[in-house]
């Protein structure tokens, strides 16, 4: 077998097998800056452990009673919901069916969290690394390591993605079952009486997040279209606005407001997915990916999107020139036209004015 040089291992389509025979999340590896070179893709090994995207595979889950998944779904929350919502589909399907996850040891704690609010339901979760052969011999096992740097996860939505990376034809599971309606049945309190909008501008990366110039003029939107006062994260200087940060100290905080909003405009997909799950009304910004990559099932959402085509299909970026395109997109976009989601069977006459 031939192990990897730096880059490859770190960018590799899949998860990584060191020397001493045990399975290594590349993404604990960088977070770490240990070096990567002396590992080998167990993708090139026997096929004990499917990789879609590597060779496609029909997985017989009817008969399977234990699912082992391989360092899945990504060290985002945005990413985790949604891959959480492709595990839930399937047990749906076969509701007999039970997961281990095996994860990247450092992800962010609030991440992990995600997966401790769905174990009881759904799963299992193993840090990685672990031995290669702990893995039992006779159960579906399953990599989606890396996902990021999987072709396909830049040409598909991505519950799609992820249940294709599961051998799961995604035409097969409704449009309801990729809304994430999983996450209303978790046990989270209100945060406050007060009906409310939730802005939430800041997403995993810069150039995906609404510039700080722009976020008056969002929240004073907001607030004249729906009545409500707004509630955010970050400061933002208009008399009607909230800034809730501190009180968001978990991820179950960060849940818990986006479920009890009245409306939510946000450029965090995170948010997006979450608030799809609770059928939270959505105005939702992008501008490095197409909507229908990330919000096609949801029918709760308007979105907009900027045309910035050098940018598209970039994972992050905080460089001058990119995020100087970024505010010239939001300085030029006419908030008059900003579009909102109206759903009559969810909003009261009192929401909109």
Known sequence: MTTLDEVHALT????????????????????????????????????????????????????????????????TLGDSTIGLSALFAVQRLHPHLRFTIYRPARAPRYVQRLYELAAPRLCDVVDLPVPLVSLPADELKIDIGNHLFWPRFASMPMIDFFLWTMGVAPASIPADDKRNHWLADLPLSARTSEPYALFCPDASTPVRSIPASARARIVARLADRTGLAVMGFGAVDHPRYRDIA????????????????????????????????????????????????????????????????????????????????????????????????????????????
């Open 12 to 75: 590799h389509a899949g998860s990584l097998l060191s020397q001493a025979g045990e399975i290594v999340a590349p993404y604990d590896l960088e977070v770490a800056n240990d070096a990567a070179s002396a590992y080998t893709a167990y993708s090139a090994l026997p096929a004990a452990i499917l990789n879609a995207g590597r060779e496609p595979f029909d997985p017989d889950y009817a008969r399977a009673s234990r699912v082992h998944l391989v360092n899945a779904f990504g060290v």
């Open 246 to 353: 501190p009180l968001c100290i978990d991820t179950d905080d960060f849940l818990a407001w986006i479920r009890h909003a009245r409306y939510l405009v946000t450029a965090d997909t995170a948010a997006l997915h979450i608030g799809a799950g609770f059928d939270v009304l959505a105005t939702a910004f992008f501008t490095t990916i197409p909507a229908a990559l990330r919000a096609r099932d949801y029918a709760n959402c308007a979105a907009v999107e900027f045309s910035l085509p050098h940018l598209e299909g970039i994972h992050a970026s905080a460089r001058p020139a990119d995020l100087a395109a970024l505010e010239r997109a939001y300085r030029d976009y006419d908030w008059r036209a900003m579009p909102f989601a109206r759903d009559v069977s969810h909003a009261t006459s009192s929401i909109f004015v």
